[in-house]
């Protein structure tokens, strides 16, 4: 291990690895980064579920006064239109044209992908295909309390709207005064949302995957939320569709010589001040541009109006990479499978082929992942925690269901019974051969 070098922040020292000559050692490191769900956080969130499902709205009313301590009542719980209507009045024109610049790029991006039905006919005239119906009732939970989240009302609901969803059903906590933020109601007002709840937290999940006396059970639930959420998700999961389980941002920036420290830093540090548990990583084939990076790192987090969030962040969860050349770097990359991948060098689209598992991948050094968290189109909902080895970011299709078709010809009856009674019978399904035989012999005896 390259020696560490000391840092303006108390407590901090960001490692730095060679790749793949420390490969043990990053191994241990990305195991680490699988993080599961502790045994008590279970239990409690299950208990929880437990409850909402035994008592409905009682029991949104109790957790609310115990977890963010606000008197929820039959009457707040429910949040009008006017309520909405008034909060997007009172934030600036500027904002509300961002919001509809966003809205409308996001939905541009989403309908250029959008699931089609498609059916077509085989050799032997059979019609096969594949049905694509929206899910009729979508869950969108979107952090609040303190929070302030916006550009997630937007990411979540434009897919869902795309798809085609009949009835949209919002969940969103309240401070301790019942308040959410005007910037979150604002965007609620734009889109339109079939009702909004002021309810959050594992409680709010429970809500909407079973309902309760006020808010209807729906078929899909996306969102993000703390770890009480995902872990309620976690644990619906099955009873209802969900998005992904989603763990604290992440971003792995890979730089080259010819990438700008400067802005490397900001992208990192853009990651950094989400939260403590957030990870910033880069990796790089410049040693020197690594340590230029952790000195702007510590110059800007330093200065930070979240740099109490950034300390923690980069104590914890930054580390930085050596690699002797850039393919080297996205193997690496394809090993972490962030959910951003920043690939800041030369050239980038000579890489692209190479990048088998991420969340969303940001090319070249004009290209801040931030554009994608707000404005670009593409859905900042993405896989964290590596399972962008498996799943996929947020889309119209997450609100949509499939289901095959089959009309089968007389052709194709005589020539593919006798294949279908060989393999019943391997399995001992005499049935499923009958089924089949009955067609076959009267079409054989009006030969």
Known sequence: MIKKGNSKFPCIDIPVYRYPQEKPIINDFLKKRRRGFAPEILRTVSDIIDRVRSEGDKALYDFTKKFDLFELTRDTLEINESELKEAYEKIDIS????????????????KRFLPETKIYEDSLGNLLGQVVRPVERAGIYIPGGKANYPSTVIMNIVPAKVAGVSEIYVCVPPDSK??????????????????????????????????????????????????????????????????????PSEVVVIADTTSDPAWVARDLLAQAEHDPDASAMLISNSRELLEEVRNYLVEFGS???????????LKNNC?????????????LANLIAPEHLELEVEDPLDYLHLIR?????FLGK???????????GPNHTLP???????????????????????????????????????????????????????RYRKLNRQK
């Not at 949302?193 to 309760?212: D, E, H, M, S, W």
């Not at 580390?319 to 193997?331: A, H, P």
């Open 95 to 110: 904002l509300q044209t961002a919001m509809k610049v966003a809205i409308e790029r996001i939905e541009d991006f989403h």
């Open 178 to 247: 019942g308040k959410i933020s005007d910037a979150t109601l604002a965007a609620l007002y734009l889109l339109k949302p079939t009702r909004v709840f002021r309810v959050g937290g594992a409680q709010a999940i429970a809500a909407l995957a079973y309902g309760t006396e006020t808010i209807p059970a729906v078929d899909v639930i996306a969102g993000p939320g703390n770890i009480y959420v995902a872990a309620a998700k976690k644990l619906v999961s099955g009873d209802v569709g969900i998005d992904m389980v989603a763990g």
């Open 303 to 313: 200065n930070s109006e979240r740099s109490h969030i950034i300390r923690e962040a």
């Open 319 to 331: 580390t930085l990479f050596l690699v002797e050349t850039i393919e080297s770097g996205i193997e």
């Open 357 to 361: 598992s991420a969340g969303a991948v």
């Open 366 to 376: 004009f290209t801040a992942e931030s554009f994608g968290d707000y404005i670009l």
């Open 384 to 438: 964290t925690q590596a399972t962008a080895r498996f799943a996929s970011p947020l889309s119209a299709a997450t609100f949509m269901k499939f289901f095959n078709i089959a009309m089968v010809s007389k052709k194709a009856v005589v020539e593919l019974y006798p294949h279908l009674e060989k393999i019943a019978a391997a399995e001992g399904l005499k049935e499923h051969s009958r089924a089949a035989l009955e």
